[in-house]
């Protein structure tokens, strides 16, 4: 019997296990496909601790709680696995895609410069001096966000994954987990394809597919899928080091070699493959507006990936049943949140006392609340 099976190995499980490992349990983590290729190994790598909150609330708390353990984790993998993940002090624009959401702009500076004083609105030679020239105002509100760094989510995946390696930590891939049990007397039984496992306690991070096990505890389309398209590009002659992040949803990620990550479309419950035309089209148009240069650019690779949504984008947190646990619905702020839901859940699972600040991503409460916004 294990101490606890982890369902799920992207960041949000891998992060959970390492964690637990620590207090020396028997710990396995089963996944349907290879680990950490999904929406975490796909992700653009952002820090937005403050670029996606407008008011203050316990996710944004945890955010930049979990914001500031990263280039200390960056160091800790980088000594244990030799995997550098590319952690970069880049700071970040927050820019209006048109003149009508300058408003919006404006009000979140307001809340963030209240919490942080060195979050500024850009004049047009302040955004000259951070774009490299690259990227101009043109009667649209901009602010820089300078605690909003970045790291590379490919090798933060492959990091967290070959230091579950070293951990003793059983690993079983290319596994579909059909059904979840509990046992008579406590625990429960994770039914497979291939083979039932026991488990005194089960986490279920299966991102946008954490429901369909779930079923019986969560409201039907609490949780679904997003699916985000990207692109790697190459422009070896724009010399732009800060992440632009637009209100449109498009974003320009900096990375090593001259090359700049362009992302994200949002098609809701959508769980396909692959990068439509159209999606492309919409990226690169976004992207170029703000930063001509880009016309000139490679485009190297493109991808997909599915990022788990729940309504409000409030993720859930919470023990469904008695040593049962579920974390999904972190939507764009998986990467970022990682490290200190892996604290907090498994400081819950040992000490089995929910932590204060996770009170507010139960599934009853969501439950209330959206009953409250339909009346």
């Known amino acids: 019997m294990y101490d606890v099976i982890v369902i799920g190995s992207g960041v949000m499980g891998m992060s959970v296990a ?3 490992s620590e ?3 028997h710990i396995a983590v089963i996944d349907r496909d290879v680990p950490g290729m999904h929406a975490s190994y796909k992700a653009g790598g952002m820090l937005g601790a403050q670029n996606e909150f407008l008011e203050d609330s316990d996710l944004f708390k945890l955010a930049t709680r979990s914001q500031k353990m990263f280039k200390t984790l960056s160091d800790e993998l980088n000594s244990e696995v030799g995997i550098d993940i590319q952690y970069i002090e880049s700071g970040l624009i927050k820019l209006a895609d048109e003149s009508n959401d300058n408003v919006t702009i404006e009000q979140q500076y307001q809340f963030l410069h209240q919490h942080n004083p060195d979050v500024e609105l850009l004049n047009e030679d302040r955004m000259h001096q951070l774009t490299g020239g690259n990227s101009h105002l043109a009667n649209r509100t901009a602010m820089y966000i300078p605690d909003d760094h970045q790291i590379n989510a490919n090798y933060y995946t492959k990091a967290l994954f070959h230091s579950l390696k070293r951990r003793n ?9 059909e059904s979840i049990q509990s046992v008579e ?3 429960y039984k994770v039914l497979t394809q291939d083979d039932v496992l026991i488990g005194q306690q089960v986490v279920v991070a299966g991102g946008a597919w954490s429901g369909q096990l779930l079923g019986s505890y969560i409201q039907d389309k609490c949780v679904t899928g997003v699916k985000g398209e990207v692109l790697l590009v190459e422009q070896p002659h724009l010399n732009l080091d800060t992440t632009l992040f637009t209100t449109s949803g498009c974003y320009i990620v900096p990375k090593q070699k001259d090359r700049y ?3 994200a479309t949002s098609y809701f419950d959508d769980y396909s493959v692959g990068v439509s035309e159209e999606g492309r089209n919409w990226l690169l148009e976004r992207a170029t507006k703000h930063v001509p240069g880009l016309k000139e650019s490679k485009i190297l690779k493109q ?3 599915v990022r788990p949504y729940c309504t409000n984008e409030q993720p859930i947190m ?11 619905g972190h939507y764009r702020n998986g990467i970022l949140l990682s490290p200190i839901i892996g604290e907090l859940m498994s400081q ?19 439950q209330r609340n959206a009953l409250h916004h339909q009346w």
């Open 18 to 20: 390492r964690k637990l």
């Open 303 to 305: 991808w997909s990936g």
């Open 261 to 263: 990550l362009i992302g």
């Open 348 to 366: 819950w699972i040992l000490n089995q006392h929910r932590p204060q600040i996770l009170e507010s991503f139960q599934i009853e409460r969501r």
């Open 169 to 177: 930590i059983d690993r079983i891939f290319k596994t579909e987990v």
């Open 185 to 187: 007397g406590g625990g």
């Open 23 to 25: 207090a020396g349990l």
């Open 318 to 328: 919470d023990e469904v049943s008695r040593d049962l646990f579920v974390i999904t």
